[in-house]
């Protein structure tokens, strides 16, 4: 369960360019849900994200995952408890390094980092036959560096890695964003797969209306900070696309889809 | 044009001991991709170090491990620099390189330099033990074999993955749950280690320990790393990681051979570091001429970014082969995050 408690977070406070991203923002997010968010460009979006990976350090409010309070906690150490998937396929991976070793380094989440072997033969099996139901081809593959995937691939890689240790909550920033279509498709399915098969929070940010609605169980749309519109259950069930456009009027380019 | 026989083993018994230093340059350039100039002063640290422990205490392989600890401090300094109080790493290791040279100072006891011609070294040792004329270079193998059998090891534990992948990808390293400053930290900090080690054996190698011997040592470690690489690089298409250490070790040696060539063809010693520069230019500039002529591959850049990626070998995404049925999809092709 992820619990936000008045959220607040300001950039360049003190000069002309002072800007609001988090307003007082207040969020539960009950185990198991996959809430996806939407909303225009500056809403607040990804500093939500950052602020609960921390990446960014939030002004005021907290942040609490289970039980624990995570507000302050440096981020390393909350990865360990939160898988993350960027918007760039190059940030997930470490490129010149082989798959099994990136599976490895993100096996070791929760445990020791030290002396012990990287990759053990039981270590290498198991993520054989996991990768093997991705059903791309990867598991072929796994002595051949990162930088030889396409962007797809290194995607589905980053999404297997980040909920390869269980964690409590998975992150998508727009994961899918900088990917053709079909491989979007097939990068969210993969993202239904994991979100349903484990007992974790899904967040994930998206600029497309349709995704929003199609995946997950619950839509929240964010403008200034705030959250401006929680959709769940009947409501988000009948809601279409153009209704969302046309409730909300959102003027923005990037949202406007067919 | 020829050098004696003598010459050619004087050059590999330095090279070997350059050899450690190029590992050291190796880990911080390549793989923790971070230019650190530490090296200049962490190399005069650990002979210093080296020297004195050998003329007071009279233990040449305590001195050595001394060197390295002492380099490794002196790394410690730099990477703190840089990831606690955000200093740029180029700087931080300028910073710590000129401080070094005061601290160099206090511990040859404030002169410029520590004779060895009575104490013994490991050289010495070695001499009189095996009794051949390669005693020099037995010595310098073993040291560096050692060397790199630990290193690469250690680059093979789950640490040494995290250290490899932080150099890769800081992002993806700390949402790993890995401390990519702590990894910086032991990086940077056993980069040196290993260059202090390459001090210690040099001062025990030329039986003084000089405060001025650092001049330039980041550029031979550079120009050793991509020596190595550039030659076996034509010979093995896809290194793998051993293979380049001892690449990158071949490097330092085939280096030294160079210089000799160079000094025994009647260039004066006093335009060694002009040389050196040149070569490494040379080195550097390879791989931005080979790009300029027609036809060519591209090759490495200097910190190992270059551009090699192979398109069309293996990028189709499988999901291509089904057709897609949402269209809606990727309508944003994201090119600006918030």
């Known amino acids: 369960m992820l619990k936000i408690q008045n959220l607040s977070k300001r950039f360049n406070i003190g000069t002309v360019n002072e800007r609001i991203a988090l307003n007082d923002l207040n969020l539960t997010v009950r185990e198991g849900e996959f809430i996806t968010i939407i909303g225009s460009n500056g809403a607040g979006k990804s500093t939500l994200m950052n602020c609960i990976s921390g990446v960014e350090r939030a002004d005021s409010g907290r942040i609490y995952l289970d039980t624990m309070d995570i507000t302050r906690l440096p981020e390393h150490r909350r990865s360990r408890y939160i898988g993350r998937v960027f918007q760039d396929p190059m940030k997930g991976t470490a490129f010149d390094m082989t798959i099994e070793q990136n599976l490895a380094i993100a096996a070791c989440k929760n445990k020791s980092r030290g002396f012990q072997k990287g990759i053990t033969k039981k270590d290498r099996e198991e993520f054989r036959q996991r990768l093997s139901l991705l059903g791309m081809g990867l598991e072929d593959r796994m002595t051949q560096k990162v930088k030889l995937l396409s962007g797809g691939q290194r995607q589905a890689l980053t999404l297997f890695m980040a909920v390869l240790s269980g964690p409590k909550l998975l992150l998508l920033d727009e994961h899918t964003a900088a990917l053709d279509p079909g491989t979007a498709k097939k990068v969210l399915d993969l993202t239904d797969r994991f979100a349903d098969s484990n007992s974790m929070c899904t967040l994930m940010i998206t600029h497309n209306m349709s995704d929003a609605l199609a995946h997950g169980s619950r839509t929240i749309l964010m403008d200034s900070g705030r959250i401006i519109m929680d959709l769940k259950g009947r409501d988000r069930d009948n809601m279409t696309v153009e209704m969302l456009v046309e409730q909300f009027d959102i003027a923005n380019d990037r949202m406007l889809l067919k | ?338």
């Open chain 2, 1 to 338: 044009m020829f050098m004696s026989f003598t010459a050619v083993v004087g050059s590999v018994e330095l090279g070997l001991i350059y050899a450690i230093l190029a590992l050291g340059v190796f880990l911080s350039f390549r793989t923790l991709n971070t230019p650190d100039l530490t090296v200049d002063g962490s190399i005069v640290t650990g002979s210093a170090v080296s020297a004195v422990v050998c003329s007071t205490l009279g233990s040449p392989v305590l001195g050595l491990l001394l060197s390295f600890v002492a380099g490794g401090l002196a790394g410690a300094v730099t990477a703190l620099l840089n990831t606690k109080l955000k200093i740029e790493a180029l700087l931080a290791g300028i910073l710590v390189m000129l401080g070094l040279y005061s601290v160099n100072l206090r511990i040859l006891g404030g002169r410029a330099n520590i004779p060895l011609t009575q104490s013994p070294t490991i050289y010495k040792n070695a001499r009189s033990v095996l009794n051949t004329p390669y005693s020099g270079c037995l010595i310098g193998i073993g040291v560096l074999i050692l060397v790199i059998i630990l290193f690469y090891l250690f680059l093979n534990t789950r640490l040494g993955f995290a250290l490899r992948a932080t150099g890769d990808n800081e992002y993806m390293v700390r949402s790993a749950g890995v401390d990519s400053s702590a990894m910086r930290l032991l990086g940077i900090s056993l980069s040196n280690a290993f260059v202090g080690l390459a001090g210690g054996m040099l001062a025990q190698y030329q039986s003084t320990a000089d405060i001025n011997m650092g001049t330039g040592m980041v550029v031979i470690g550079l120009a050793s790393v991509i020596i190595g690489e550039a030659v076996f690089g034509v010979i093995f298409r896809n290194m793998p990681l051993l293979l380049r250490l001892f690449a990158v070790a071949a490097g330092a040696v085939l280096y030294r051979l160079v210089l000799a060539v160079a000094l025994n063809s009647g260039m004066p010693s006093t335009d060694l570091k002009l040389t050196s520069a040149v070569i490494v230019t040379i080195a550097l500039a390879s791989g931005a001429v080979s790009d300029m002529l027609p036809g060519r591959k591209k090759k490495k850049t200097i910190l190992g970014q270059g551009d090699v990626s192979v398109r069309g070998s293996s990028s189709v995404p499988s999901s291509r082969r089904n057709p897609a049925r949402s269209s809606s999809a990727g309508e944003n092709s994201g090119k600006d995050g918030e």
